[in-house]
């Protein structure tokens, strides 16, 4: 399988990408390429490595650090971790250069699939940046599977859904052990017309998480208990269409 890989070219991406970008899996950097993005080890694997490169023409700073990530309530929460080990975790890059990260998982896996954040600062040296120094952040996510033999992903995955009409509330939550990837969410009313949905903080939904997003405008009130409309949704498996009931 080709890695997935993170290419930063544009000194327009480098103004829009200052900052923590936890809701993506690419963000846009100035001069660096990151190969892979996302990791996912098991017990029997749970050492991993990451190739950074600078395809920009002056050097940079690169600073890793781990974090554990859980979503105890509709957001995302994440905690400095000794469960990571990251060598280096910090180096020079000149341009030109590579550097392989290693990434070693420490804990032993759990009946609960468990979620890690890897954070990589770009740090321009302080004599490339005249006035304002950005320092840009990308979110890389780390997963350690279960214990024990894994199915294949189901075609649908096993989410628990339902629209909250008082609240205006669309309601997912994932009943599975490992996390679900979410995007492109599109909810319809029984009348085919399409409910406005707040956008997602992060694609990923952890094992046992639940995320409550919002429905703009007034169209949920238009809706009666029990009301069935359907929800449009891209996962690994590719586009879903999965029925949602309404509730008061």
């Known amino acids: 399988m080709r890695p997935r890989r993170l290419c930063f070219f544009s000194a327009v991406c480098l103004l829009l990408g200052a900052g923590f970008a936890l809701a993506r899996d690419v963000w846009a950097a100035a001069v660096l390429e990151i190969a892979p993005v996302v990791h996912e ?4 694997r749970r050492l991993a490595s990451m190739t950074v490169t600078n ?6 700073w690169v600073q890793l650090r781990a974090f554990d990530w ?15 080990a990251i060598s280096p975790p910090m180096f020079e890059l ?9 990434i070693l998982v420490r ?6 699939e468990r979620a890690f954040r890897l954070l990589l600062d770009e ?5 490339s940046v005249q006035g304002v120094r950005f320092v840009l952040q990308v979110s ?6 279960p214990t024990g033999p894994q199915p294949p992903p189901p075609a649908t995955p096993p989410l628990a859904m339902e629209v909250q009409i008082g609240q205006r509330i669309l309601q997912i939550r994932n009943l599975s052990k490992t996390h679900v990837r979410l995007s492109q969410l599109a909810l319809w009313a029984p009348d085919g017309g399409q409910l406005e949905l707040q956008t997602l903080p992060s694609p990923y939904l952890l094992a046992g998480a639940q995320r409550r997003i919002a429905i703009k405008g007034d169209g949920a009130l238009n809706l009666q208990p029990g009301a069935k409309l359907v929800l449009s949704m891209w996962t690994v498996a590719g586009r879903l269409d999965v029925p949602v009931v309404a509730v008061p």
């Open 70 to 84: 859980r979503q105890p309530g509709d957001g995302d929460e994440l905690q400095p971790t000794g469960q990571v």
């Open 55 to 60: 395809r920009g023409g002056s050097p940079t």
């Open 123 to 127: 740090i321009p040296p302080p004599e």
């Open 41 to 44: 080890l098991s017990g029997e």
């Open 107 to 112: 804990p032993e896996a759990t009946a609960d």
């Open 140 to 145: 890389l996510p780390i997963f350690l599977a």
């Open 94 to 102: 000149r341009p030109g250069e590579a550097q392989i990260v290693r």
